[in-house]
């Protein structure tokens, strides 16, 4: 199992529970450019892709279930479209087809001096009302640590994502999963997916927001589990 964080994000946007999912071997990277890996980031979610396609090369992993949050979601989708032989099956997070950004954040983020103001916006708007003020001061430092000129370049790259006419094409068991309460990808966007996307499943967690996996991780890791278990086993061999 692969983890892609979304825009500004890590390995470190994944909670416990999942990244340590009992039973499964589950790499979680940081995308060129975040946490600890080298790089400028990129503005386009294809470039992104073909980054993970590469990496699962360099782990001579042939397949893989790919779970992305967010824009790892659209590098998922996109993974899938490009590369189909290496999604196993696919788990979306706060997803959509289109991924469209305000131009006021877009504008915000463009230029450093508002670049804090700018990722506090975005982490209000990620959680729900209800959740612990500390986790969202977490998640603001964490962030932070981002470059500027990468978390611009994710929202572009976001912005510009667009795969409505596209995703009826993916052909692997696929579980969608949304907070009812997310701001930024609401349900409608998943329910969109669910109907396109042959077999699809979707789940909608009550109460959450968009980072459906930190405020509620025990669920999320449970409906991992149980996809997981119904996915056809296939050993992944070394190319």
Known sequence: MVLLHGAGGSHLSWPPQIRRLSGQRVITLD??????????????????????????KALRL?????????MGSAIALSLALRYRKRA???VLLGSGAKMRVAASTLELASNPSTFLPTIETVIE???????????????????????QSVLYSDFLACDAFDAMQRVNKIRVPTLLITGSADRMT?????????????????????????MVMIEQPEEVAELLTEFLDRIPYKKLVRT
Request: charged share 20%; hydrophobic share 35%; net charge negative.
């Open 31 to 56: 995308l060129p450019g975040h946490g600890k890996s080298e790089g400028l980031g990129s503005q386009d979610i294809s470039e992104y892709s073909k980054a993970v396609f590469e990496f699962m």
């Open 62 to 70: 042939a397949s893989a279930l790919i779970v992305g949050f967010s």
């Open 88 to 90: 196993l099956g696919l």
């Open 125 to 147: 708007n990620s959680y729900s009302p209800n959740v612990d003020p500390r986790i969202k001061e977490l998640a603001v430092q964490q962030m932070a640590e981002t470059r």
């Open 186 to 210: 609401p349900p409608n966007r998943a329910e969109y997916l669910r109907d396109q996307i042959e077999g699809a499943q979707l789940h909608i967690v009550e109460g959450a927001g968009h």
